[in-house]
């Protein structure tokens, strides 16, 4: 290069390029940075090659290392899984009834059954498990069937007046609108209301007392204390599944309920069952 | 340029740079610095603290798997990561303040790359000779002799690199377990390839990088440059008194000439490879290697020290005029300097503050809002709360949980068969447990919306407490 253009104000050499007397300035990059360029477009090519990468019609070039990121989910989930292998066995073997709370299993369990329900009981419980109107709420101290361990596994695993499991917990009401008179029912209503404690006219409830103790008191106890081996809710205390005013008690009595809940043992294994139960017990109310 | 000449080269190799050993003020500091900051790194993992039987006794350890961060007597957990954060503002700003008061400062002395550099450096000369023989040798044709010297040479530079690498490590684990089992083949895969990327740069860094680092990767230089202004001290040449150069003093026009001899001295013992006398230049690490070499001609010659010196662009103008330029403290001593100090005073003091109030029991409580309020069958009205207490004690620890409020409520906590409403937190750890607060029907706090109360947790031995407030949510 005999005849270099060198820019008078910075003393560096130029391109040769100008633009309106403006000339391209040549501050060379360092040649190693070109080559680590090179480097990187090498790098990209054979990552291409090694990884799935290369759209086809219907997938993909799978790459020569195999690589599949479902394949390194499963990887993980099955170390998980060897990870968890003994406190599982012992969740599976373990009695409920004697697992401390502190103890691992307890504690998977636990942690399990919440999974378990976020997928298969908070659609009707609510993710809460706070329930709704005609799905009981599983944090309270009141419980239809039963609230010790034994009670809510059975309950998870054969449902609720439900045609599909044979062993599915069952009672049914009666429609009394077919058997009563309209004023019978309110005289019974304002019974079941002095029961519970509400405010009540006296002179109906004592009427409906005697409709209570011949019709109800079979199921729901001589004192609406309920009976849990029919599922008959307790009616004096200040939990209500459907709602304890005048107008739901009235609907209620006239055309009965019916809650359905499916059996769960066909849908989950033993082992998921375990570890819901334990969950559905610690939520607060478990017996 | 006529059209058809071949274009320049867009790209060039790097220019090999020979740096000569110097003597003087500014290298013995550099030498203390290096010795001092090296030592720190290498050292610093193996010092050990006690804090008893259930906590590592590493002085500084980052223990990840535990989210612990161990420093001496401090132990900072995650959630009081603002430490990190203001530990980090404060390194900012710091380099705010040495960058305004005496320019690339931190380049110059205290950058691990200068540090290393320099380190490397100086193996190639104990191994290679000073500037003249490593030319020579540059220039040879490879030979027994050529390749014996550079293989010893990149030997002990990766020695100097695996050990850079190796420490690095230490710092994230218990060091003398970690060191046995690197040994021994059973450290974890990340410790190996920790120390092999490390390794891999501080070799290539510090070996045959060096400068190139400093000019097209290291951000710091442009964003310093532009914190620099004309007040700020930098090593700078005096024009005024070294030109016009002359390498012949006895020649005839000798009086007429400056003070510079064009020696080459400075340019010689330079890092970047650079010419100070061409005035300030992006490649200028500031190392201050030029003012001892130059300083050295100056006696040898019988001239006043200082042709290369710390200067500021404001009193080049001002000494060439021949008046004396500002002190140094009026350099230093800015309102921008005294700013940055005082920002940064603050932050210290204000850690240093947060460092002391903190409490060894902290806790949180979190009012589950799903449900808000659950009906018991008698009609109360209970609320859950998840309390959160970390035992920030190397003991392990029993609480009592209580609550305060206006109205009336009973508390209950989930105990796991021990007293009513005490819990155990092990030390070092946190621990998690469901807390119910019951409002019996015919209370205020059942029927009303919201009721403020208080959950207080305290040590059944010290009586030491903390409180957090919260509200509990009855059926109004």
Redesign the interface.
């Known amino acids: 290069m005999a005849d270099k253009d060198i820019d008078q104000v910075t003393g560096t050499d130029t391109t040769g390029h100008e633009w309106d007397g403006i000339k391209e300035l040549n501050n060379p990059l360092p040649r190693w940075w070109l080559w680590t360029f090179y480097g990187t477009v090498v790098w990209g090519l054979a990552y291409t090659v090694a990884f799935p990468a290369w759209p086809l019609v219907n997938s993909a070039t799978a790459g020569l290392l195999g690589y599949s990121t479902r394949a390194e989910v499963a990887e993980q989930i099955a170390a998980v899984d060897a990870q968890n292998a003994e406190v599982a066995q012992r969740l599976a073997t373990a009695d409920l009834a004697t697992l401390a709370p502190d103890d691992p299993a307890h504690r998977y369990g636990v942690a399990g059954g919440a999974s378990v329900f976020a997928a298969h009981c908070s659609q009707c419980h609510g993710s809460g498990a706070a329930g709704a109107k005609g799905y009981p709420n599983l944090l309270d101290d009141d419980w239809l069937w039963g609230g010790d361990l034994e009670a809510i596994a059975y309950t998870v695993r054969h449902g609720i007046r439900n045609e599909v499991d044979p062993d599915a917990r069952w009672s049914e009401m009666p429609a009394f609108g077919e058997i009563l008179e309209d004023g019978e029912i309110a005289a019974t209503v304002e019974y079941v209301r002095q029961l519970s404690g509400q405010d009540h006219d006296a002179g109906l409830a004592g009427q409906g007392a005697v409709l209570f103790e011949e019709q109800c008191s079979a199921c729901h106890g001589e004192a609406g204390e309920g009976i849990r081996d029919l599922g008959a809710p307790r009616l004096s205390d200040a939990i209500w599944l459907y709602g304890g005013d005048r107008e739901t008690l009235t609907q209620t009595i006239t055309y009965s309920r019916f809650g359905v809940m499916p059996p769960w043992g066909a849908r989950l294994d033993e082992d998921e069952i375990k570890a819901v139960t334990l969950y559905l017990h610690q939520l607060g109310g478990g017996e | 340029?006529?059209q058809d000449?071949?274009?320049?080269?867009?790209?060039?190799?790097?220019a090999p740079i020979f740096p000569r050993r110097v003597k003087g003020t500014f290298r013995t500091l550099k030498w203390w610095i290096m010795g001092v900051t090296l030592a720190i790194y290498y050292l610093t993992p193996w010092i050990r603290w006690d804090r008893g039987p259930n906590l590592p006794d590493q002085a500084v350890l980052i223990d990840m798997a535990g989210r612990r961060f161990y420093f001496f007597w401090i132990e900072i957990w995650p959630h009081e990561f603002y430490f990190v954060a203001g530990l980090l503002i404060m390194a900012g700003l710091g380099l705010f303040l040495f960058t305004s008061a005496l320019g690339r400062v931190w380049c110059g002395y205290a950058c691990p790359q200068t540090v290393w550099t320099d380190l490397f450096i100086l193996v190639e000369r104990w191994i290679e000779g000073d500037r003249n023989a490593r030319v020579r040798l540059w220039n040879a044709g490879w030979s027994v002799r050529k390749l014996r010297l550079r293989v010893t040479k990149w030997v002990v530079w990766f020695v100097i690199a695996m050990a850079t690498g190796g420490a690095w490590v230490f710092y994230f684990a218990d060091a003398p377990t970690l060191a046995r089992d690197l040994v021994t083949f059973q450290a974890p895969l990340v410790a190996y390839s920790t120390i092999l990327v490390l390794t891999a740069t501080t070799f290539v860094f510090g070996g045959f990088?060096r400068e190139?680092v400093c000019n097209?990767m290291c951000p710091w230089p442009r964003i310093q440059a532009a914190m620099m202004d004309e007040s700020t001290l930098t090593v700078a040449y005096r024009h005024w008194r070294g030109e016009p150069r002359g390498k012949h003093m006895k020649a005839e026009d000798a009086d007429q000439r400056g003070d510079c001899i064009d020696c080459m001295a400075c340019v010689n013992v330079c890092p970047a490879g650079i010419d100070i006398r061409d005035g300030q230049q992006m490649e200028c690490i500031t190392c201050a290697l030029c003012i001892d070499a130059c300083d050295e001609v100056m006696a040898r010659i019988g001239k006043p020290r200082g042709l290369i010196d710390y200067l500021a662009l404001s009193d080049e103008a001002a000494e060439a005029q021949g008046v004396q330029p500002r002190p140094i403290w009026q350099h230093v001593l800015r309102p921008r300097t005294v700013l940055y100090t005082a920002m940064w005073s603050l932050i210290g003091v204000a850690l240093v503050y947060a460092l002391f109030i903190r409490s060894d029991i902290d806790m949180t409580v979190e009012p589950?809002r799903?449900?808000q309020f659950?009906?018991?069958?008698?009609?109360s009205v209970?609320n859950?709360y998840t309390l959160r207490i970390r035992n920030l004690t190397a003991e392990d620890r029993e609480f009592r949980v209580m609550l305060t409020s206006d109205e009336i409520l009973r508390i209950d906590v989930?105990t796991?068969?021990r007293v009513p409403n005490h819990v155990a937190v092990p030390a070092n750890e946190t621990l998690q447990a469901?807390v119910?607060v019951i409002a019996r029907?015919q209370d205020a706090a059942a029927a009303q919306a919201t009721t403020d109360l208080r959950l207080w947790v305290e040590d059944v031995e010290t009586d030491d407490r903390a409180g957090v407030a919260t509200i509990f949510n009855g059926k109004g």
Do not use: F, H, K, W
């Open positions: 340029m006529p000449a071949a274009p320049p080269p867009l790209y060039a190799p790097r990088m190139q097209y589950v799903n449900p659950v009906t018991l069958s008698d009609g209970r859950t989930e796991e068969g469901r119910y029907p």
